[in-house]
């Protein structure tokens, strides 16, 4: 019998043995449907693919008896026999020790009976037959497709050598995974990168790479980490898996060294954590809006430019800040407007602790007066730490400010998503309103939302700092 399979009939493929009796899926199990798609063709099955821990199992005993293969099923053992020209798989069901042509192998998931059908994991099998799979996140598809002759295996490149962490010298490089290899890659073709949830791991697999034995797991305790521990271990016979263990989803940043042989994973700093006294010391970076020649920013007839309210009300909060021994850095202490991206580089570049970007609101296009009113703040959506600022801000500036309270908001601007640290931005009401505007212009009324502003900041900080 020729090892070309005939993939006419493997659609079927991932259809397996049927009928099988007494034993079904614990009822605790957590299965998620996804597609098929095998050679390219969308499949349908009584018994679709599912998911269980991070494994795709599959139904089938009609696809390897039409493709010339013979299925056994052992009622007294439990087990299902697979053989196909020269290899022979026997499978029990929920035993993770599967044998090939009588070596043992360990399977992640063991073979199961869901809805009378016995489903298998796919990739263990049909890499086993020399097949390809695949998958496809954004639609939670699995493919299979031909790997040609099912002998021929795939060239390893070489090794993981060593796995090593230390912490990182910043908000953004909290924790760094260094992963050394013996030979170079390539970061377009060399690895793969996946996050996983339930429980929350980032994973990442080198293509034919093996892991060396001496390369050990690691454990990390760190309160400011979102890391908890690194395994290594063979994913498939061509691919070696570097797995992070977390306590929050967290992507990381991902390098890959000049010469290709060392990979750095940098986790940034845990979401909820925060001490800013830490280095000793109280920093906030205040952000005044705008510049003298920004265009737009200002209300009907010129009455007023917001950049000026900007800077008068940031250099108020910031003798009320120093007043309470903290330490305050401007983005910018002229008329100017630096770029959005210089202002979070200055306090990215500094020792600053929380970020908070004074402005006034405008609706319409400014040349005209309209009824909206109101004040409100602005962090960045998922931002637990900003989002505790931002009320603590909104806490203080209520009622005393005296008018409307638009609330605490999400919103995707700029310099509160690309800040490293707690971030907010507050609309201090609208100077296209006839009425805010007097208060705007109001030194006395600047003077007391500082002061308000302050005392948020202020009780903020010493939250968590205690």
Known sequence: MTKRLNFTAVFIFIILFCAM???????????TDVNLVINNKQVSADVMPFIQNDRTLVPARAVFESLGGTVKWDQDSYTVTVKYDTTTVILKINDKTATVNGKKKTLDVPAIIKNERTVIPVRFVAEELGFRVGWIDSSRTVTISSAGDPEVKPEIKGNITAVSLKEGNSKKENTIVTIELSEAIKSSEGYVTTMLTTPNRFVLDVKNFLADSQVSDLTYNQKSSPLTAVRT??????????????KEASTPVVSLSADGKTLKVAFKTLSTYFNPMEDGKLVVVL????????AGKRSPQGILREYEFNRAVANKMKRYLEAEGVEVILTVEDDSDPSLANRCAEANNSDGDIFVSIHANAFGNGDEWTSANGWEIYHYEGSVLSNQLATAI???????????????KTGNLYVIKNTNMPAVLIEHGFYTNLEEIELLKSDEWRDKVARYNADGIVKFLKSHSE
């Open 287 to 294: 952000d005044p809006g705008h510049g003298s020649s920004t």
């Open 21 to 31: 009796t007494g034993q079904t899926v614990d009822a605790a199990t957590n299965t």
């Open 394 to 408: 909104a806490d203080a500036n209520f009622p005393g400010i005296g008018i409307r309270n638009r609330g605490v």
């Open 233 to 246: 271990a063979a994913y498939s016979e061509n691919t070696a898996r570097v797995v992070c263990d977390l």
